[in-house]
């Protein structure tokens, strides 16, 4: 079983790409055996990736909707776990690193259309990086030094911390949500600041505790203006739409024919929420909701 396993990493990479790979045959009768054809697979030690073949490989076979989390700190992540599931997801058959086939129809109806990559950093990690400009001023020389030995490549993370005066302890800048799609924070490294793009919609389903069950493009051509809408269920299974949208430029008349009529054709939502301020009967801002939810969560 331990031959099947290197066997398969090496079709499909056509190289030995990770040591010791377990048997995707074993993997799939644990998953057969311990849940169902709706069950979370969780492996927290997921290696070379071979629980997220095997759910793959399960559901393609049996129907089933399992799907999978993988949780890896080896630096094989990104050269063995990641790849290997981005190859399974298109053929179901390889060999020598290339695929023997296409997956049939059946197949594909059944593999899974999205897989979210997500990269962590510890508290205390983030906490000991979080520097002022006092701090970057005075580190400047010891900074200079440690390249200097390091070589011209190597560089120490840290976080530039700003805080206004408009801005509370979670440094959410209201006014930026104007800009959503926009919304950044200043990172600092080696080479001095750099802008980082911040996802709020899926920080806010975070927060507010949604389980996000569908993501949609709405798009007014009246208004040229494109809106992210969150159609998601919270903790007590309550239907939420939130509406994320650019506003500049935005008039609040055309807005309001295009969501109404839109609505239309969506269904009864228990809570609605939009970021900024719309004429539109039903809405809420999540502006200030936001921001409350990010202190608390610093309490």
């Known amino acids: 079983m331990n031959q099947e396993g290197g066997r398969i990493v090496e079709d499909l990479f056509g190289r030995k790409a990770y040591a010791y790979p377990k048997p995707v045959s074993l993997i799939r009768s644990l998953v057969r055996a311990g849940a169902g054809p709706g069950h979370l697979i969780l492996d927290f030690f997921a290696g070379s990736g071979t629980t997220g073949q095997a759910t793959i490989s399960l559901n393609r076979a049996d129907g089933g909707n399992r799907s999978f989390a993988l949780v890896e700190t080896i630096a094989g992540f990104d ?3 990641l790849p290997r599931i981005q190859k399974v997801l298109y053929s179901p058959e390889w060999k020598d690193g290339k695929p023997k086939r296409l997956p049939t129809k059946e197949e594909v109806d059944r593999t899974p259309r999205l897989v979210k990559v997500l990269r962590l950093e510890s508290y205390e990690d983030a906490l000991h990086n979080l520097v002022t400009e006092d701090t970057v001023n005075r580190e400047a020389p010891r900074a200079a030094a440690y390249k200097a030995k390091i070589g011209q490549d190597g560089y120490r993370l840290s976080y530039l911390g700003r805080l206004p005066l408009e801005a509370s302890a979670s440094i959410l800048n209201l006014a930026k949500l104007e800009h959503p799609f ?3 924070i200043e990172v600092l490294t080696e080479e001095g600041p750099r802008t980082e793009c911040v996802d709020l919609v899926e920080t806010f389903n975070f927060v507010y505790g949604l389980h996000a069950q569908r993501l ?3 798009d007014d051509e009246a208004d040229k203006r494109f809106y992210r809408a969150v159609k998601a269920s919270d903790r007590n299974g309550r239907r939420v739409l939130v509406l994320w949208r650019d506003m500049e430029g935005l ?35 999540l502006d200030g909701l936001f921001k409350r939810l990010l202190e608390e969560g610093e309490s």
Do not use: C, H, Q
Not at 259 to 268: C, N, R
């Open 79 to 81: 050269s063995a776990l």
């Open 182 to 184: 926009r919304y950044s």
């Open 251 to 285: 008039d609040p008349v055309v807005e309001r024919r295009f969501l109404e009529a839109k609505l239309k054709t969506e269904g009864a939502f228990d809570e609605m929420l939009i970021n900024g301020d719309t004429a539109t009967p039903g809405f809420r801002s």
């Open 216 to 218: 949609d493009a709405w």
